[in-house]
């Protein structure tokens, strides 16, 4: 897109410098002084609208729009420092935005904000698309009206109208909606970077310009260029058609490259937007994150969020470190303990002082890793590019050896022939099957795959995917549930297990931890009936105490016993080899007596065994990696048969570890489902997301397992073999026609056969080789997973 279509790159204003605003609605810019569609009032903040009928979209659900929040703000100016690349050659690096030098094509931001609006691109060319479907469709009826029985739109419709109206239909669509299109082709040549849009603009201004040429002036041009009808033969649908078909690709294309930056704003969103400083006079105030600096001190409250990486200096709680760690067990903090920044706190109080802020903090480096890695192109999507370098001049100098050759030694009408068969050679090189080849086959794979529960990102993904030879498996929430649950209940010599458990889920009914759910939801799944607990407290790292039914019952770990003097006897070696099975275990005391122990552990998913025997089975090395301590890791590792253990890594170390498989020559695909697998799955060859995990491991995966069950592993495997192959026929197909149809519209068959390919002909074939290229991708529908 043009430098002149970019508004929302620049802060736009209203007359007279008053600061427009977007309708939640549609998104447009509005002038909140006179807004057409009216204001309404939400949650304590006015919203314009363009329309009266936006206005009532929002009155019927106002939460669905202002959820949307950050898209909706003015989109500010670049900040300092920011830069911007291009989408097809990642090595241009601009520090405004603009357009490509090389290809013509948008910058991109390099590292996406929270602030950022929608990609003015691709909202310019879906624009641009919608608008050139329907004249194109209407210009192709108009061209083969003749060809239908009793030629209806010739009875209505003049021959001489006809052209003129199809003239009138094409140029919006030639020279407005495929305006990017031509833009880019003379870029490509002005730049001596020759690539598929300069084939694009070649084969549409040679369609249209000759056919409308054969409309304005008809008389102009010699009688070889007209028919048995003595009419001139006219190409306006082919040149419509074709840049219609590109939009489409083009659409698609920049779709799938707007949705890889969601898992940057998603981790931009853990951070909080502000955090609680604590004076050296012991004043607190709000202030935005970059206005915390090291050294301060930071108050968080009960639920809020951590807003640096920093140090506890008072204060205790429990901190959901899901994001770091993955591990669904909050962690008990208290001072001197390390915390993150976008952690999240539980029901207690902290202070910390800020030890990493800004660019330095974890969450800030997982961002720029995973932006990092994501800034990157298929090969095979540029296979198109590379063939492009050289075909085109081919072209272009095989249409001038016809027309010299013709109009030096053809027979009479020399000139006529000449420019007949070069325009041939033009229009059959036009590149409509190059241009659907890959976003064909990607948009009918994907699909498939959707209906088999694999959603894929890009052809990156489904060419790396079937060359894969080594799977890292993160363990929590991708080979188990990431649910926390009750796995054994031992009660102590003439305990009753059913009164034990009741006791143990009455006291833990006080305590918001994980733990305390999976034995209290373990309580409700018997039907146990559950005793109010008085004087309930909790030991932090040790557990929790409480007086059920007139019993001091105590549950929690062996130090919890060692600090009230109770023995744990026989229990003592139960607990260790549950442990060394993978399980967390809670001794149960009652009035200062052993009473048994119950252990929690987070339960192998049920299809985990099956699928990975079936990656085995397809040669493929399984790498288990994890937070977990070892004893753990490896305990869930020999149930799975997996050989190969990494535990007891932090988020950047997972990364590490995958950099360092495919250091050593490794095809590796990373699998996992938490906010730490983010950087991981961006730095594989290929990442792979369970659909039961977050949003941000969702968005840096290249591919997603919709029901979290790794079996989809083999099916998506399958899947990138067969689209690859469709892509690499509808290739072969778009250039075969062309090696074939060039040489026979140049006039190759002429002094053999004496058979001449019409430009007519030429675009039938050129059709042709679409319709071949859309057949066979449509066969992925049909392709068995």
């Not at 060319?125 to 739109?153: F, K, Q, Y």
């Not at 010699?222 to 649908?237: I, K, M, N, S």
């Not at 029901?347 to 002082?353: N, S």
């Not at 250039?735 to 056969?753: D, E």
Request: a neutral charge.
């Amino acid at each position: 897109m043009r430098a002149t279509e970019q508004p929302v790159h620049v802060h736009p204003a209203a007359e007279g410098g008053a600061e427009r605003v977007r309708d939640p609605v549609c998104g447009m810019w509005v002038d909140p002084a006179a807004p057409r569609g009216g204001s309404a009032e939400h949650a304590g903040r006015t919203h314009h609208f363009c329309s009266p009928r936006c206005l009532a979209r929002f009155r019927d659900d106002p939460a669905a729009f202002t959820e949307r929040e950050p898209a909706l703000r003015p989109v500010p100016p670049p900040a300092p420092g920011a830069e911007y690349v291009c989408p097809m050659h990642p090595e241009v690096v601009r520090d405004a935005p603009g357009d490509c030098p090389r290809c013509g094509m948008a910058l991109e931001p390099r590292t996406p904000s929270l602030e950022q609006g929608p990609d003015p691109e691709l909202v310019s060319m879906t624009r641009r698309l919608w608008a050139s479907v329907p004249l194109a469709l209407a210009v192709v009826a108009l061209a083969m009206s003749g060809t239908l029985p009793g030629d209806p739109l010739g009875r209505i419709v003049p021959p001489r109208w006809n052209a003129w109206l199809q003239l009138a239909l094409a140029a919006p669509v030639v020279l407005w909606a495929g305006g990017p299109l031509l833009a880019r082709g003379w870029a490509s040549v002005v730049n001596r970077h020759l690539n598929m849009f300069t084939l694009i603009a070649l084969g549409t201004l040679a369609a249209f310009g000759f056919s409308a040429v054969g409309t304005i002036f008809p008389g102009a041009l010699p009688d070889g260029f007209a028919g048995h009808d003595g009419r001139v033969h006219l190409y306006f649908e082919a040149a419509a058609a074709i840049t219609a078909l590109v939009l489409l690709g083009q659409v698609l294309e920049l779709r799938a490259r707007h949705a890889t930056s969601g898992a940057i704003r998603a981790l931009l969103g853990l951070a909080p937007a502000t955090a609680r400083r604590v004076g050296a006079d012991g004043r607190e105030e709000d202030v935005t994150l970059d206005r915390v600096a090291v050294g301060d001190r930071l108050r968080v409250r009960p639920g809020e969020k951590v807003p640096v990486d920093g140090a506890v200096v008072e204060g205790r709680s429990a901190v959901d470190e899901a994001m770091v760690t993955g591990e669904p067990i909050p962690v008990e903090k208290g001072p001197g303990a390390k915390v993150t920044g976008g952690t999240l706190n539980g029901t207690g109080t902290l202070v910390l002082r800020a030890e990493h802020v800004g660019r330095d903090t974890l969450l800030a480096r997982i961002v720029q890793r995973v932006a990092e890695a994501q800034r990157s192109r298929a090969p095979i999507q540029r296979l198109a590019d590379r063939v492009s370098a050289w075909f085109v001049p081919l072209v272009v100098a095989v249409a001038v050896l016809t027309a010299l050759a013709w109009g030096l030694a053809g027979p009479e009408p020399r000139l006529a022939h000449a420019l007949v068969n070069a325009v041939a050679v033009l229009i059959i090189a036009c590149p409509c099957a190059l241009g659907l080849a890959t976003p064909m086959s990607i948009m009918v794979g994907t699909g498939r795959g959707a209906l088999a529960g694999v959603l894929v990102r890009d052809a990156a993904a489904l060419e790396v995917l079937a060359r894969v030879d080594t799977l890292v498996l993160d363990k929590t929430g991708t080979l188990t549930e990431g649910k926390p649950r009750l796995a054994a209940l031992e009660p102590a010599r003439g305990v009753d297990a059913g009164a034990l458990l009741r006791l143990a889920a009455s006291v833990e009914r006080g305590s918001e931890h994980p733990l305390a759910a999976a034995i209290v939801g373990a309580a409700g799944e018997r039907g146990l009936s559950l005793s109010p607990v008085r004087d309930f407290a909790s030991a932090t790292g040790q557990g929790v105490t409480g007086l059920v039914d007139g019993a001091r019952v105590a549950l929690g770990n062996a130090a919890l016993l060692a600090a009230r003097g109770i023995d744990a006897g026989p229990l003592a070696a139960r607990a260790a080899a549950l442990r060394e099975e993978g399980h967390t275990v809670l001794f149960v005391a009652m009035d200062g007596e052993a009473a048994g122990l119950v252990a929690v552990a987070d339960p192998v998913k049920p299809t985990t065994p099956e699928a990975l025997a079936a990656l085995r089975a397809e040669g493929l090395r399984l790498v288990m990696l994890t937070g977990d301590g070892r004893a753990t890791a490896e305990a869930v590792a020999r149930r799975l048969g997996v050989s190969e253990v990494e535990a007891d890594v932090v988020p950047e170390q997972k990364a590490e570890v995958v950099r360092r498989l495919r250091a050593a020559g490794a095809v590796v695909a990373m699998a996992g489902d938490g906010v730490n697998d983010a950087p991981a799955l961006a730095e594989a060859d290929v990442g792979i997301a369970m659909g039961t995990g977050t949003d941000v491991a969702m968005e840096s995966a290249g591919v997603t397992l919709v029901k979290g069950d790794l079996r989809g592993l083999v099916r998506a495997r399958r899947l990138s073999r067969a689209t690859i192959a469709n892509i690499r026929q509808n290739l072969f197909f778009a250039f075969v026609y062309n090696a074939v149809g060039v040489p026979v519209a140049a006039g190759a068959l002429y002094p053999i056969f004496g058979l001449l390919l019409s430009p007519m002909l030429a675009s039938a074939a050129m059709s042709f080789s679409s319709a071949s290229v859309i057949a066979n991708a449509l066969r992925l529908r049909r392709v068995r997973l």
